[in-house]
T-cell receptor
Framework: DVKVTQSSRYLVKRTGEKVFLECVQDMDHENMFWYRQDPGLGLRLIYFSYDVKMKEKGDIPEGYSVSREKKERFSLILESASTNQTSMYLC????????????FGSGTQLSVL | SQQGEEDPQALSIQEGENATMNCSYKTSINNLQWYRQNSGRGLVHLILIRSNEREKHSGRLRVTLDTSKKSSSLLITASRAADTASYFCATGADSWGKLQFGAGTQVVVTP
């Protein structure tokens, strides 16, 4: 089975801190995604990547950046955390061929105080 | 932007009953998928239906797609307590896995 691992289940940070959320997948997938999930809004796409060192903005990239230095790892960076970035963050991956179906990690619940 | 919208927002049924939830979307799609999320965890893929398909089955799941009405429905037959979860529809416009999700339907199945 595909495993997508997010480094932290819960994270508490202070306003203005730089925050790194890490995601690793073990199935050699080319595509990786970061979503945030908020009640009543569903999942919204922040950034995605189709290959190493490639990144594309999603629907809500403001305040975020990403890094994909290795194929298996996709990092989400909050340059200066703000309270409105308190949310559940979900990482997902899929293969390039037949890649419609996403495999999700367990999520990181981030609280910014 | 939120592409899919689920209806109802919440559903409470008893074990053995069927659960039906609907999804409407706004733009042309390549495929529509349903995912389940248990208790704030990650999402798990349930079923995918392509734009040229009208109905698909997987175990106790039945999905229909009406592209003329831009809508889909998910039916869970003979529900179990373990089906308690949130269910999300997601639409894909390409084969690259970039999906637009709805806000979800929260289903509670009581024994």
């Amino acid at each position: 089975d595909v495993k997508v691992t997010q480094s932290s289940r819960y994270l508490v940070k202070r306003t203005g801190e730089k925050v790194f959320l890490e995601c690793v997948q073990d199935m050699d997938h080319e595509n990786m995604f970061w979503y945030r999930q908020d009640p009543g809004l569903g999942l919204r796409l922040i950034y995605f990547s189709y290959d190493v060192k490639m990144k594309e903005k999603g629907d809500i990239p403001e305040g975020y950046s990403v890094s994909r230095e290795k194929k298996e790892r996709f990092s989400l960076i909050l340059e200066s955390a703000s309270t409105n970035q308190t949310s559940m963050y979900l990482c997902a991956s899929s293969p390039r061929v037949g890649g419609e179906k996403l495999f999700f990690g367990s999520g990181t619940q981030l609280s910014v105080l | 932007s939120q592409q899919g919208e689920e209806d109802p927002q919440a559903l409470s049924i008893q074990e053995g009953e069927n659960a039906t939830m609907n999804c409407s979307y706004k733009t042309s799609i390549n495929n529509l998928q349903w995912y389940r999320q248990n208790s704030g965890r990650g999402l798990v893929h349930l079923i995918l239906i392509r734009s040229n398909e009208r109905e698909k089955h997987s175990g106790r799941l039945r999905v229909t797609l009406d592209t003329s009405k831009k809508s889909s429905s998910l039916l869970i037959t003979a529900s179990r307590a373990a089906d308690t979860a949130s269910y999300f529809c997601a639409t894909g416009a390409d084969s690259w896995g970039k999906l637009q999700f709805g806000a979800g339907t929260q289903v509670v199945v009581t024994p």
